[in-house]
Nanobody, 130 residues
Framework: QVHLVESGGGLVQAGDSLRLSCAGPGGPFSILTIGWFRQAPGKEREFVAAISWGGGRTTYSDSVLGRFTISRNNAEGTVFLQMNSLKREDTAAYYC???????????????????????WGQGTQVTVSS
């Protein structure tokens, strides 16, 4: 069983930055594809970014491309989501998700689908005020 724990959320102003962390203590973290998703009140959970096992492949949603950066440190068992130039529409609960499949190396785009991922964290809230 893999437990994922998110941290780093908070209340910030538009234009500010935050860095979220996703930790997988005690589990096979280095062989998990990790994705970040977010869910705003009344909306479906949506894909934000994903990173491959070794960190060599990343992908982003159009809404965050150029502002967010996903990275990982497998030695520390942590994936980061650096969020810059935050906007009010980035306000949501952010979740990290993991799966043992090398999803980013496959054809298609199932990395953006929530059901693809086996393991989920409890989420961390990000609120951006104007």
């Amino acid at each position: 069983q893999v437990h994922l724990v998110e941290s780093g959320g908070g209340l910030v102003q538009a234009g500010d930055s935050l860095r979220l962390s996703c930790a997988g203590p005690g589990g096979p973290f280095s062989i998990l594809t990790i994705g970040w998703f977010r869910q705003a009140p009344g909306k479906e959970r949506e894909f934000v970014a994903a990173i491959s096992w070794g960190g060599g492949r990343t992908t982003y949603s159009d809404s965050v491309l150029g502002r967010f950066t996903i990275s990982r440190n497998n030695a520390e068992g942590t994936v980061f989501l650096q969020m810059n130039s935050l906007k009010r529409e980035d306000t949501a609960a952010y979740y990290c998700a993991g799966d043992p499949a090398d999803i980013l190396d496959e054809a298609g785009d199932r990395w953006r689908i929530t059901d693809t991922y086996t393991y989920w964290g409890q989420g961390t809230q990000v609120t951006v005020s104007s």
